[in-house]
Nanobody, 124 residues
Framework: QVQLVESGGGLVQAGASLRLSCAAS????????MGWFRQAPGKEREFVAG????????SYADSVKGRFIISRDNARNLVDLQMHTLHSADTAVYYC?????????????????WGQGTQVTVSS
């Protein structure tokens, strides 16, 4: 079955950097648009970044644009989220998601597969 497993979360201080990874299995990875979402306590799950099947197109939420970078390695079935200049507002559980269609979307309901999430906590 399809599995998405996130790693790399942790507790960091404001201003620090962190790199999240998502390892995919059970699917033809290169046929899926990949996205990162996050959910803070008491808030809706929100789109953070997305990357097309080939990696040629990316999209970011305004709140992370210029600080986060999404990338993928189709040979290794990995999608990463490099996060810089972290703020306390970035504290959330971060989820990796996969969508069959080759179109990045911010709508979480259009992603078919989800990981279990990894906690990122930024202390101020």
């Amino acid at each position: 079955q399809v599995q998405l497993v996130e790693s790399g979360g942790g507790l960091v201080q404001a201003g620090a950097s962190l790199r999240l990874s998502c390892a995919a299995s059970g699917l033809i990875f290169s046929r899926y648009t990949m996205g990162w979402f996050r959910q803070a306590p008491g808030k809706e799950r929100e789109f953070v970044a997305g990357i097309s099947r080939s990696g040629g197109r990316t999209s970011y939420a305004d709140s992370v644009k210029g600080r986060f970078i999404i990338s993928r390695d189709n040979a290794r079935n990995l999608v990463d989220l490099q996060m810089h200049t972290l703020h306390s507002a970035d504290t959330a559980v971060y989820y990796c998601a996969a969508r069959f269609f080759d179109a990045i979307t911010t709508t979480k309901g259009l992603y078919e597969y989800w990981g279990q999430g990894t906690q990122v906590t930024v202390s101020s």
